[in-house]
């Protein structure tokens, strides 16, 4: 069984690996991104080993600044905003203190966030802020998910995580065709790459299964050219520009929450 004191160790020395890495590379650029997961992760893996209260607090945290990022981009007004982020918040409680009642929660966060435009009376914009509510909704809601599947979340983030940035050299490496339209520096071979180092790395800590793998072969590449394909649409480059090196947080966990939802589908 995978707990959170099992994957310490391999959270400190690749911590420990990646700064050795990122000092002799002498790029600045790196240094600042290694600085903010040198603080974020023993954050993190510090709330998951205080078990559901702990997780469930995170996602909560990590759901609002995602809806205020996503609210930037869709450019939704303040209560919009606010009402979004308060239906995140409630899924992600349910999923801690009464997980049968997830599903109905979500179903009366969706009815709030249609019914601000509806009870304002937009006739111009009601539609297009509905649709971004209820994609944030779906979308930034899995951050519930956190809380039921625990270490094995922290597993997935950190197999995810590693995929990603090997896709991204692999595929500059490689090259050959490209995998989407959206996200026009991504490559096949990177993305091939990405996916056996991830289940690779899934291998090592001993979270490996079917929908794990998958989660994060496909649910992680998925996720990434979801929000590729949000930004395209709004002509941004980033969610955000207050993470160190990374832009914004949703730029970081794009591919965890299609990932996440991949394991709660195949679970």
């Given at each position: 069984?995978?707990?959170?004191?099992?994957?310490?160790?391999?959270?400190?020395?690749?911590?420990v690996?990646?700064?050795?890495?990122?000092?002799?590379?002498?790029?600045?650029?790196?240094?600042?991104?290694?600085?903010?997961?040198?603080?974020?992760?023993?954050?993190?893996?510090?709330?998951?080993?205080?078990?559901?209260?702990?997780?469930?607090?995170?996602?909560?945290?990590?759901?609002?600044?995602?809806?205020m990022?996503?609210?930037?981009?869709?450019?939704?007004?303040?209560?919009?905003r606010?009402?979004?982020a308060?239906?995140?918040?409630?899924?992600?409680l349910?999923?801690?203190?009464a997980?049968?009642?997830?599903?109905?929660?979500v179903?009366?966060?969706?009815?709030?966030?249609?019914?601000?435009?509806?009870?304002?009376?937009?006739?111009d914009?009601?539609?297009?802020r509905?649709?971004?509510?209820?994609?944030?909704?779906?979308?930034?809601?899995?951050?519930?998910?956190?809380?039921?599947?625990?270490?094995?979340?922290?597993?997935?983030?950190?197999?995810?995580s590693?995929?990603d940035?090997?896709?991204?050299?692999?595929?500059?490496?490689?090259?050959?065709?490209?995998?989407?339209?959206l996200?026009p520096?991504?490559?096949?071979?990177?993305?091939?790459?990405?996916?056996?180092?991830?289940?690779?790395?899934?291998?090592?800590?001993?979270?490996?299964?079917?929908?794990?793998?998958?989660?994060?072969?496909?649910?992680?590449?998925?996720?990434?050219?979801?929000?590729s394909?949000?930004?395209?649409?709004?002509?941004?480059?980033?969610?955000?520009?207050?993470?160190?090196?990374?832009?914004?947080?949703?730029?970081r966990i794009?591919?965890?929450?299609?990932?996440?939802?991949?394991?709660l589908?195949?679970?």
């Amino acid at each position: 069984m995978i707990t959170v004191a099992s994957l310490a160790p391999y959270l400190g020395g690749a911590l420990v690996l990646g700064g050795i890495a990122v000092a002799a590379s002498r790029r600045r650029e790196l240094m600042v991104r290694w600085c903010a997961w040198a603080v974020g992760v023993p954050l993190v893996t510090g709330a998951f080993w205080l078990g559901r209260p702990g997780t469930a607090a995170i996602a909560v945290v990590v759901g609002v600044i995602a809806v205020m990022e996503f609210g930037g981009l869709m450019q939704l007004g303040p209560l919009d905003r606010v009402v979004l982020a308060a239906a995140v918040t409630g899924v992600v409680l349910a999923a801690w203190l009464a997980p049968g009642e997830a599903f109905r929660v979500v179903g009366i966060g969706a009815l709030a966030v249609a019914a601000v435009p509806l009870l304002a009376g937009d006739a111009d914009h009601g539609l297009r802020r509905t649709g971004a509510g209820m994609l944030g909704l779906a979308w930034l809601s899995v951050v519930a998910a956190l809380v039921p599947l625990g270490a094995s979340a922290l597993a997935l983030f950190v197999a995810v995580s590693i995929a990603d940035i090997v896709a991204y050299f692999a595929g500059r490496q490689l090259g050959g065709p490209r995998l989407s339209p959206l996200s026009p520096a991504k490559r096949w071979s990177g993305t091939l790459a990405g996916a056996a180092a991830g289940v690779g790395v899934l291998t090592v800590l001993s979270a490996l299964s079917w929908p794990m793998a998958v989660a994060v072969a496909v649910g992680g590449p998925a996720g990434d050219l979801l929000e590729s394909m949000v930004k395209r649409g709004v002509e941004a480059k980033d969610a955000g520009r207050w993470l160190p090196g990374s832009g914004g947080l949703l730029d970081r966990i794009d591919s965890l929450l299609i990932a996440l939802a991949v394991v709660l589908v195949l679970r």
